[in-house]
T-cell receptor
C-alpha cells in the first residue's frame, strides 16, 4: 500500500506570493490533516478534512486555507506569503476515527 | 490554552533505558499518542493510550495517568537507531472528529555507543 504522498518536496517562494501544496492520502483513508512544523514551535495543527468537509481548524490566519476532493486528495493554500511561513508542512491521513495518523515526508517551504 | 510539556533533550547510551515524560493541559482529551521523527523524516506512530495504564509494544512502552495529566514513553535496550525526536500528542477535537492532534515541542534523544 502506498504511503502518504506530498508534492512538491521543496519549494522556494517570494514574500507576497501564494503557494499550493498537495497531499495524496493512503488509499481508503478519508481523513486528512495538515500541520506546520518549525524548530521553535514544533508541530502546529492547521486543519483537518473528512469526506470533503473541514472538521477542525487550528489557530492560523485566514491566509491558510485548504480543501479536499472527492478522491480524498487534499490541497492547502497559503496566500500573501510571509517570511514566517517558512516551515515544513506535513500532511497526515487516517481511517476516519483511526488511532494512528500516517504522515507524509512533508513539503519544505522557504519564503525569501 | 493548550500545552504539552516535554524535556527538550535526553541523552543515553546503547543498551540503557530512558523515559521521556509528557505533561499536558488541553481543552479536550481523547488519548495520548507518541510519535518518532528522525531528522529529515516523517513522524511515525509509536503508541496510543486512551485509558490509564501501561501499553507495551516491543522495546517501547507508554504510560498514561489521566488524573495527573501525565504520560511517558519508555524505551528499553536502546539502539543507535533510536536517536530521533519523540513527540507526545493529545487527540483533541469534538466527536466524531478525532484527528486533531496537539503536539508537544518534542524531545531529542541522543543515543551514544
Amino acid at each position: 500500500k502506498a504511503g502518504v504522498t506530498q508534492t512538491p518536496r521543496y519549494l522556494i517562494k517570494t514574500r507576497g506570493q501564494q503557494v499550493t501544496l498537495s497531499c495524496s492520502p493512503i488509499s481508503g483513508h478519508r481523513s486528512v490533516s495538515w500541520y506546520q512544523q518549525t524548530p521553535g514551535q514544533g508541530l502546529q495543527f492547521l486543519f483537518e478534512y473528512f469526506s470533503e468537509t473541514q472538521r477542525n481548524k487550528g489557530n492560523f490566519p485566514g491566509r491558510f486555507s485548504g480543501r479536499q476532493f472527492s478522491n480524498s486528495r487534499s490541497e492547502m493554500n497559503v496566500s500573501t506569503l510571509e517570511l514566517g511561513d517558512s516551515a515544513l508542512y506535513l500532511c497526515a491521513s487516517s481511517e476516519g476515527q483511526g488511532l494512528e495518523a500516517f504522515f507524509g515526508q512533508g513539503t519544505r517551504l522557504t519564503v525569501v | 490554552g493548550q500545552s504539552l510539556e516535554q524535556p527538550s533533550e535526553v541523552t543515553a547510551v546503547e543498551g540503557a533505558i530512558v523515559q521521556i515524560n509528557c505533561t499536558y493541559q488541553t481543552s479536550g482529551f481523547y488519548g495520548l499518542s507518541w510519535y518518532q521523527q528522525h531528522d529529515g523524516g516523517a513522524p511515525t506512530f509509536l503508541s496510543y493510550n486512551g485509558l490509564d495504564g501501561l501499553e507495551e509494544t516491543g522495546r517501547f512502552s507508554s504510560f498514561l495517568s489521566r488524573s495527573d495529566s501525565y504520560g511517558y514513553l519508555l524505551l528499553q535496550e536502546l539502539q543507535m537507531k533510536d536517536s530521533a525526536s519523540y513527540f507526545c500528542a493529545v487527540r483533541d477535537g469534538t466527536p466524531p472528529s478525532f484527528q486533531k492532534l496537539v503536539f508537544g515541542t518534542g524531545t531529542r534523544l541522543l543515543v551514544s555507543p
